[in-house]
């Protein structure tokens, strides 16, 4: 009888060590995805309406008083001289 039993609590030893194997392997998954997912969202780039163009620069062009900033001096609602 005791032989019986110590098989039995082997083998539930063994499926107890399989199962927490798996169970930590699901949850490194799960975390590496969560942060693969996360990554994803947070590097998409948030587009708005004042893109600047490929013609402008802050290096170059004519200072727009409403941006701040040097452009092409194409801007319509903008003003260029004090």
């Known amino acids: 009888m005791k032989k019986s039993r110590t098989q039995h609590q082997e083998r539930l030893v063994s499926a107890v060590l399989i199962l927490r194997k798996t169970g930590v392997s ?20 948030i587009r708005n309406g004042e893109e600047r163009r490929p013609h402008d620069s802050d290096l170059t062009g004519e200072l727009n008083y409403r941006t701040g900033r040097l452009d092409a001096g194409t801007d319509p609602y903008g003003w260029y001289d004090d």
């Not at 699901?26 to 780039?45: K, Q």
Request: aromatic share 10%.
């Open 26 to 45: 699901l949850l490194g998954l799960s975390i590496a995805l969560f942060g693969i997912l996360r990554e994803l969202f947070v590097s998409m780039e």
